[in-house]
């Protein structure tokens, strides 16, 4: 069964950092590519990140291009997004999603509170 789990979130101070996991499960992740969508309360949903299956194409959305990094570790069936100069902004939860065979897998998202 495909599972996603997503951890790592927490509450950080602005310019703080945080890196967050995306283990799959029931699936390789390196045959799919890998989002990361984060929704503030409020707030539609945002794509944030996504890394092709092949590890060459890697997308960011323009609010945190230069701040956040995405990548992964096959043999743990892991992707990781790592954020640095994080801001009040990017407040949200957090989720990793993959699409197979149409139908769209979410984790259960992981809450990133960034606050003086």
């Known amino acids: 069964q495909l599972q996603l789990v997503e951890s790592g979130g927490g509450s950080v101070l602005p310019g703080g950092s945080l890196r967050l996991s995306c283990v799959a499960s029931?699936?390789?992740?390196?045959?799919?590519?890998i989002s990361w969508i984060r929704q503030a309360p409020g707030e539609e949903r945002e794509r944030v990140s996504c890394l092709s299956s092949s590890g060459g194409s890697r997308f960011f959305a323009d609010a945190v291009k230069g701040r956040f990094a995405i990548s992964r570790d096959v043999a743990k069936n892991t992707v990781y997004l790592q954020m640095d100069s994080l801001k009040p902004e990017d407040t949200a939860v957090y989720y990793c999603?993959?699409?197979?065979?149409?139908?769209?897998?979410w984790g259960q998202g992981t809450q990133v509170t960034v606050s003086s």
């Open positions: 999603n993959v699409v197979v065979s149409l139908y769209t897998y």
């Open positions: 029931g699936i390789s992740p390196e045959r799919y590519d």
